[in-house]
């Protein structure tokens, strides 16, 4: 056991008196223990309580030995008389996507329920919101330079541009900021519009992109769309699930950079999440703005760098504004298949995202491998191959190379039991993980598991850990 010196004692009392006396006015009277179950000493600050002293300590005290058996290294916070350990700080992310929140069966949107998902989630004890306000070229926010998503009021394409009465970020905002809930606006970069819908309302004002890009690119209607090897350009009513533009043209860059400005210089965001900020498979793109290339190598290292250059100009837009917000990054949870699993892709060669390299070059500040299935299977444990010890040998391929940045893994909250949130919220804090992001508000509340979050995950609060 380790004692302090009479001077530190004096100089620890000191400063203790005066922050209570400076915070209050006065020193408030001694008041009960926090319950049994909060574990944060933080409690006793937010509740204007001042535990009392512990008759062991307190006789220690009164004959000029005051003792602390802490661990040196820990921060903690000054209680008069004691010495208490500030809670470890965790990254406790739940991403709230346009989904979770909206219909597209007529039903408007209503803010009521973004205050709901604030309460839940600050009860839960997640710290950190990652709210969707970009989808497919249109804006969950008062615009911009993007029209109002049609899903606010009810539809999938008719109601574009429509008003739905209300800021859903601002009424997000106010009520997390009210919880202590940090949000960071979670930005679809390069899906434009949907598939099998048509073209989106012409005429609007602001208008949507894909009526910019089509009129303003300067060599064909469809040259600001990804191409495949044949030299077509991706069809808007055959393409899978978004009609992406490539990443090649600068337009599309200035158009993503201009609405990120737009929304950290308007609203007093914590962060910037980036989702889908790759190319959409290995197929694409042979687009008017890619050059020709006779070796495929040079090819992809080429693509690479378009989306390096979309990830370097929005962390400097976004630092350039708010030093203090952070720059985040939703990557592809296998960063290359080292290890020869079948049926894995890899994001640095199929989809020409080096996430790795943003770390290492410090373009962002923390990127969250989706290290889970897109639908988990009904079992118990989960079945699909992304397994529990693959997620842990992912995540630990990135961490070695986290470059002094952090690695927060992503984590379906909508596995058939919470036993397998559970396990890899484990193996992320064992692996050193500093956080993790959860996918995503929809799933936890179909399972439930709110509570579960609270009794087995996130037993007591935690404050965000400091940016790298």
Request: glycine fraction near 8%; charged fraction near 20%; hydrophobic fraction near 40%.
């Given at each position: 056991?380790?004692?302090?010196?009479?001077?530190?004692?004096?100089?620890?009392?000191?400063?203790?008196?005066?922050?209570?006396?400076l915070?209050?006015?006065?020193?408030?009277?001694?008041?009960?223990?926090?319950?049994?179950?909060v574990?944060?000493?933080?409690?006793?600050?937010?509740?204007?309580?001042?535990?009392?002293?512990?008759?062991?300590?307190?006789?220690?005290?009164?004959?000029?030995?005051?003792?602390?058996?802490?661990?040196?290294a820990?921060?903690?916070?000054?209680?008069?008389?004691?010495?208490?350990?500030?809670?470890?700080?965790?990254?406790?992310?739940?991403?709230?996507?346009?989904?979770?929140?909206?219909?597209?069966?007529?039903?408007?949107?209503?803010?009521?329920?973004?205050?709901?998902?604030?309460?839940?989630?600050?009860?839960?004890?997640f710290?950190?919101?990652?709210?969707?306000?970009r989808?497919?070229?249109?804006?969950?926010?008062?615009?911009?330079?993007?029209?109002?998503?049609?899903?606010?009021?009810?539809?999938?394409?008719?109601?574009?541009?429509?008003?739905?009465?209300?800021?859903?970020?601002?009424v997000?905002?106010?009520?997390?900021?009210?919880?202590?809930?940090?949000?960071?606006?979670?930005?679809?970069?390069?899906?434009?519009?949907?598939?099998?819908?048509?073209?989106?309302p012409?005429?609007?004002?602001?208008?949507?992109?894909?009526?910019?890009?089509?009129?303003?690119?300067?060599?064909?209607?469809?040259?600001?769309?990804?191409?495949?090897?044949?030299?077509?350009?991706?069809?808007?009513?055959?393409?899978?699930?978004?009609?992406?533009?490539?990443?090649?043209?600068?337009?599309?860059?200035?158009?993503?950079?201009?609405?990120?400005?737009?929304?950290?210089?308007?609203?007093?965001?914590?962060?910037?999440?980036?989702d889908?900020?790759?190319?959409?498979?290995?197929?694409?793109?042979?687009?008017?703005?890619?050059?020709?290339?006779?070796?495929?190598?040079?090819?992809?290292?080429?693509?690479?760098?378009?989306?390096?250059?979309?990830?370097?100009?929005?962390?400097?837009?976004?630092?350039?504004?708010?030093?203090?917000?952070?720059?985040?990054a939703?990557?592809?949870?296998?960063?290359?298949?080292?290890?020869?699993?079948p049926?894995?892709?890899?994001?640095?060669?199929?989809?020409?995202?080096?996430?790795?390299?943003?770390?290492?070059?410090?373009?962002?500040?923390?990127?969250?491998?989706?290290?889970?299935?897109?639908?988990?299977?009904?079992?118990?444990?989960?079945?699909?191959?992304?397994?529990?010890?693959r997620?842990?040998?992912?995540?630990?391929?990135?961490?070695?190379?986290?470059?002094?940045?952090?690695?927060?893994?992503?984590?379906?909250?909508?596995?058939?039991?919470?036993q397998?949130?559970?396990?890899?919220?484990?193996?992320?804090?064992?692996?050193?993980?500093?956080?993790?992001?959860?996918?995503?508000?929809?799933?936890?509340?179909?399972?439930?598991?709110?509570?579960?979050?609270?009794?087995q995950?996130?037993?007591?609060?935690?404050?965000?850990?400091?940016?790298?």
């Amino acid at each position: 056991m380790r004692f302090l010196s009479w001077d530190h004692r004096r100089r620890v009392l000191a400063l203790g008196l005066l922050i209570l006396t400076l915070g209050t006015g006065t020193i408030p009277p001694r008041a009960p223990l926090a319950p049994a179950d909060v574990e944060n000493p933080l409690w006793y600050l937010w509740n204007g309580y001042v535990p009392p002293i512990p008759q062991e300590i307190e006789a220690a005290s009164s004959s000029g030995i005051l003792a602390a058996g802490l661990d040196q290294a820990a921060p903690y916070r000054i209680y008069l008389p004691l010495l208490l350990r500030a809670p470890t700080a965790e990254f406790r992310a739940l991403w709230i996507t346009r989904f979770d929140w909206t219909r597209a069966d007529g039903t408007r949107a209503r803010p009521e329920a973004l205050v709901a998902i604030a309460e839940q989630a600050a009860a839960a004890r997640f710290n950190v919101l990652l709210f969707q306000v970009r989808g497919v070229g249109d804006a969950y926010y008062t615009p911009g330079y993007e029209p109002w998503a049609a899903r606010l009021t009810g539809t999938i394409t008719r109601t574009l541009g429509t008003s739905p009465g209300f800021d859903p970020l601002r009424v997000l905002l106010d009520a997390a900021h009210a919880r202590g809930l940090q949000v960071h606006a979670y930005v679809n970069v390069y899906p434009t519009w949907l598939c099998g819908v048509g073209a989106p309302p012409d005429g609007l004002n602001p208008p949507h992109p894909f009526w910019t890009f089509s009129r303003t690119n300067g060599k064909s209607w469809s040259a600001w769309r990804v191409y495949d090897a044949s030299g077509n350009p991706m069809n808007l009513m055959t393409c899978g699930s978004y009609l992406w533009a490539t990443p090649a043209w600068s337009g599309v860059r200035d158009q993503v950079v201009r609405v990120v400005r737009d929304l950290v210089s308007r609203y007093d965001l914590d962060g910037v999440h980036l989702d889908l900020i790759r190319y959409p498979g290995r197929g694409y793109s042979y687009d008017p703005f890619t050059p020709a290339f006779s070796n495929p190598e040079e090819r992809a290292a080429w693509q690479r760098e378009q989306v390096n250059m979309m990830v370097r100009e929005i962390y400097m837009t976004v630092k350039g504004i708010r030093p203090q917000a952070w720059v985040t990054a939703a990557v592809w949870g296998v960063y290359q298949n080292r290890w020869g699993w079948p049926g894995f892709t890899s994001g640095y060669s199929d989809y020409y995202q080096d996430s790795k390299r943003w770390l290492r070059e410090g373009w962002v500040d923390a990127i969250m491998p989706m290290i889970y299935p897109a639908g988990p299977s009904s079992n118990c444990p989960d079945t699909t191959p992304w397994t529990l010890d693959r997620f842990q040998t992912l995540l630990a391929d990135f961490l070695t190379d986290a470059s002094g940045r952090y690695v927060f893994p992503g984590i379906h909250g909508g596995y058939a039991c919470f036993q397998d949130v559970q396990d890899r919220i484990r193996v992320a804090r064992a692996l050193g993980a500093r956080g993790m992001a959860v996918f995503a508000y929809g799933p936890v509340s179909l399972r439930g598991y709110w509570d579960e979050f609270t009794t087995q995950a996130y037993t007591a609060p935690a404050p965000v850990p400091p940016l790298p």
